[in-house]
């Protein structure tokens, strides 16, 4: 299951609190809360890293039944899988990436060996103004600016569908959640300035947003259990 926390080496620049681990649990209540219930979730792998964007994650018809963690039946060898995302108004989605049984390349030159996602989903919600197209075929994506009191958050939810040619074994799929806006000055990370006004010009570059969720496991071969798709 893949965690993310933060810890803090400087009076600033590192925030505590970002990124987080989102973990689902039964009963959300405080009264229901306990340790157990959120091991219980981290070991099923039923959780979301993030620094901002709040994303559910799902495979089929069933957010319960077809979440992170879960078997989920393809039949004929495909499945929709989905995801909606929610930023404050001050955050931006810029794009949403599926990756299925994706894997580093064999060789990398230089620097930090990157994979290409799968699929991805175009969404622009800049400044509250929601301008949302996907970029493959097949997709669907819808993207709104939801009422919050005197403020807004934006919701996008995309979906794709999902066909993979596993030589008989299975597939897992994982979403990534990706903005543009700089989080400064929230997160104060790696930032730096076209000028030196800093009261009242923003940074160039810093930490963006970003949602990573666990994997969906996809049973393609229809057997009822998970056929690792790279296992000897």
Do not use: C
């Amino acid at each position: 299951t893949i965690v993310g926390t933060s810890d803090t080496h400087k009076l600033a620049g590192d925030p505590g609190g970002f990124p987080r681990t989102y973990v689902r649990v039964a009963n959300d209540t405080v009264a229901a809360l306990s340790s157990d219930s959120v091991i219980d979730g981290v070991l099923a792998h039923d959780a979301v890293v993030t620094n901002g964007p709040f994303v559910e994650f799902w495979a089929g018809a069933s957010k319960a039944d077809g979440g992170m963690g879960r078997l989920v039946p393809a039949a004929g060898g495909a499945v929709e899988v989905h995801v909606k995302a929610q930023v404050p108004n001050w955050m931006d989605i810029a794009q949403i990436e599926f990756y299925v049984n994706n894997t580093y390349p064999a060789s990398v030159d230089s620097g930090v060996p990157a994979m290409s996602p799968t699929f991805i989903v175009a969404v622009v919600t800049d400044g509250g103004v929601v301008d949302a197209g996907a970029i493959d075929a097949g997709m669907t994506v819808l993207a709104v600016v939801v009422p919050v009191g005197a403020s807004s958050r934006i919701e996008a939810e995309a979906t794709v569908n999902i066909s993979v040619d596993a030589g008989g074994k299975d597939a897992w799929v994982v979403a990534i959640v990706r903005g543009r806006t700089i989080l400064f000055p929230i997160v104060a990370d790696n930032i730096q300035w076209a000028t030196s006004d800093y009261v009242n010009s923003l940074p160039t570059s810093g930490v963006r947003p970003i949602a990573i969720t666990n994997p969906i496991f996809i049973d393609l071969n229809g057997n009822g259990v998970y056929d690792a798709p790279f296992k000897p």
